[in-house]
């Protein structure tokens, strides 16, 4: 098998699924219980907000546990409506996930004013739509730090400076960018950020919303855990295996972005060889090392998938099913990528286990679909 969708969710580390195994086994208290069992898992607790927080490039108490991404966004989303006088406004980027997307759209229902900024051609932020959208009160403005689909970056610290200028609450979705580049909370100057664990090696169902010290941010979940500001037991097993995938991912991520970024960048500079007309999404502008979205012209994304698919590669689309059939993605969308040209894109992300054999075998798979593809067919029609 060879796998290319690290950006949906990538394997467990071996390290992380024994720490989670013997936090299971042994470790298994109540961190809020006053005896000695409690206060060792107490103890486990403190140790690993300090690994996330070193991840996050911020202070420990600023790490609130959560059970993953989602649930960090929708905090940040409900803490800023708590926060928010009448006639509340949201900012969001146009590329923003399309979970926290359909979350803050439908506030829009209860009379909440929920602005979409525009992105340029390669899916950044345009700077004037920013600077006038914060010309008036908002009650909070997210954006992603890296896309999910595209792997573009967005200048993070540029867009918290003015956000602070303006006086708006600033909350970064970086889900895709930990563990595969370095996050600076303190330094980017943002009041919220989101995190998940299973992103880079960590377990399923363990996340992080980091808010910046002195920041009274309402729960989404009350209750007396994370400092009366996420309610519930703590998830201990996750949580161990958060910390361990946190540190691993500070001692390898250097390495890993420059082994990867070479990798995906042999692919592309191959597949831009032998397929006409390749089109590779966000390409001009600042991405993952890991990250190539690209649309073949002329093949659906299920053609392609189905090709890779039958040859044992796992990649996605960057399309969205739904009852009705399958919709573009709203992100080629916002990028102005026509329709038709966004339901052929298909994402393929990297991730350790992948190496340069594997790459060649990518390289050769979608290679043989360049005589399906309509210029090439045509031309054997003709000859």
Excluded at 95 to 115: P, Q, W
């Amino acid at each position: 098998m060879i796998y290319l969708d690290h950006n949906a969710t990538t394997p467990p580390l071996p390290e992380v699924i024994e720490a989670v195994t013997e936090c299971l086994r042994s470790g298994w208290g109540n961190p809020s219980s006053k005896h000695g069992f409690g206060q060792q898992a107490r103890s486990a607790l403190a140790q690993a907000r300090a690994e996330v927080a070193a991840l996050a490039g911020a202070q420990p108490v600023e790490v609130v546990f959560t059970s993953g991404a989602t649930e960090a966004n929708h905090h940040a989303l409900s803490g800023a409506l708590a926060r928010s006088g009448a006639a509340p406004r949201v900012l969001l980027s146009a590329t923003e996930h399309s979970g926290f997307m359909k979350a803050a759209m439908r506030l829009r229902e209860v009379g909440i004013a929920v602005e979409l900024l525009p992105v340029d051609g390669e899916g950044r932020l345009q700077p004037g739509a920013l600077a006038t959208a914060l010309a008036e009160p908002a009650a909070l403005l997210s954006v992603m730090a890296a896309n999910n689909e595209t792997g573009v970056l967005q200048p993070v610290a540029d867009i918290a400076a003015q956000a602070r200028a303006a006086g708006v609450p600033f909350h970064v979705d970086a889900t895709q960018m930990a563990g595969k580049l370095p996050l600076d909370f303190a330094g980017w100057g943002a009041d919220l950020m989101s995190m998940s664990a299973h992103k880079f090696g960590g377990p399923k169902g363990c996340g992080a919303l980091i808010v910046r010290k002195g920041l009274n941010w309402p729960p989404l979940l009350s209750g007396q855990q994370e400092r009366g500001r996420r309610g519930g037991t703590e998830n201990m097993p996750g949580i161990a295996g958060f910390a361990v995938a946190a540190r691993a991912a500070r001692a390898t991520m250097q390495p890993d972005g420059l082994r990867l970024g070479a990798l995906r960048d042999t692919l592309e500079a191959a597949l831009r060889e032998t397929l006409p007309g390749l089109t590779v999404f966000g390409a001009a502008a600042p991405r993952l090392p890991n990250t190539l979205m690209l649309a073949i012209t002329g093949l659906s994304a299920d053609r392609v998938l189905d090709c890779l698919e039958r040859q044992g590669i796992f990649a996605s689309s960057g399309a969205a099913c739904s009852s009705g059939g399958t919709e573009a993605s709203h992100v080629l969308r916002a990028m102005g990528v026509p329709a038709a040209d966004a339901l052929g894109a298909v994402r393929l992300s990297l991730g350790r286990g992948n190496d340069a054999e594997q790459i060649a075998r990518v390289v050769q798979t979608l290679s043989s679909l360049a005589p399906q593809q309509p210029l090439a067919a045509a031309a054997a029609t003709t000859h």
